[in-house]
């Protein structure tokens, strides 16, 4: 099969990739690096660099492909709300521009990096895919924007359509990792802070949970991988679908530092500061859907698990 990967050269794009060419597809990758990293791309990858907006003219209409994996899209839930006009042009009219391109070469399977920030701060525990979208944020708001839009593609175009709810996405595969400027994810911060013997910072700790502090879902990068690979082998045509990925368990941020104080062996100094703006006490989700529409699980689903191979 081969596949066309958009934002292969991020994190989870990388990880896709390196997936994927493992598994013997033929893996091409669109990414114009303006957040991604070439070298993070696979040998084994055609990379092209270019705009997700150019996809037309970019192939060949000789080029066919016989899915698309869309990544490429802006994710910093604060840069969404001081600058909203990046977010809709790159994730709302690049990603009709991938659509687009998947209608006229008629492309029969589009998988497409939603989010649980669709979601916003909904106190449902555990969230399911039935739960009313609320998006809090610009980037929560284009990626619902587009599920609908994937979902009309879907009806009128004959396309098989699946969009993959990620909640808290870490780890390692093969050498590939998280490579976000600013870093703004918890497990790869304090994995830093603990090594280096500087404190971390927990944003609230009067949360109504069990110690104090937000709960979140977290996930295995090659977990997301297998579901992509999964929703991949769909054959509906006409037909989209929803599936929330998470492995049904809460951490709190507490429990997080702690775990990775314990795994690499280090004490650390906690501070709290005060809450941050938007942040839902406890997002968790529940994966039934497509454990029993797809047969995933996660593979790699522990805490520990997920941190040690961080520290890969």
Not at 14 to 21: D, H
Not at 285 to 307: C, F, K, N, Q
Request: net charge negative.
């Amino acid at each position: 099969m081969r596949v066309l990967i958009t934002g292969g050269a991020g994190y989870i794009g990388s990880v896709m990739t390196e997936y994927f060419v493992a598994k013997g597809f033929e893996v091409w990758v669109l990414d114009n690096l303006s957040r991604g990293y070439r070298d993070a791309v696979a040998d084994d990858a055609i990379f092209v660099e270019g705009d997700i907006n150019n996809a037309l003219e970019i192939f060949d209409s000789k080029e066919r492909f016989d899915g698309i994996i869309h990544l490429a899209a802006h994710s910093r839930v604060e840069e969404s709300v001081q600058n909203p006009s990046l977010y809709w042009e790159n994730n709302a009219v690049g990603t009709h521009s991938i659509l687009e391109f998947a209608r006229i070469r008629e492309i029969p399977r589009f998988v497409f990096a939603s989010t649980a920030a669709v979601y916003g701060l909904s106190a449902q525990s555990p969230i399911v895919e039935d739960t009313p979208p609320s998006p809090a944020n610009t980037y929560g708001m284009t990626k619902l924007t587009m599920d609908m839009a994937i979902d009309s593609y879907s009806r009128a175009y004959g396309l098989t359509g699946t969009s993959l709810r990620f909640f808290n996405v870490s780890g390692t595969y093969r050498g590939r990792r998280e490579r976000h400027l600013p870093e703004t994810h918890l497990i790869p911060i304090a994995i830093s802070k603990i090594k280096g013997g500087d404190k971390v910072t927990i944003f609230g700790s009067d949360y109504p949970t069990r110690d104090g502090t937000c709960i979140r879902d977290y996930i295995h990068v090659v977990d997301l991988a297998r579901a992509a690979e999964l929703a991949l082998g769909r054959s509906n045509e006409g037909s989209y679908k929803v599936y929330n990925l998470g492995n049904g368990n809460g951490y709190s941020n507490l429990e997080v530092v702690r775990t990775i104080s314990e795994v690499l062996g280090v004490s650390c100094e906690i501070e709290f500061s005060k809450r941050r703006d938007g942040d839902a006490p406890e997002l968790v989700t529940s994966s039934r859907l497509i454990t029993e529409e797809l047969g995933w699980t996660p593979s790699i689903p522990a805490l520990a698990d997920i941190v040690k191979s961080s520290l890969d």
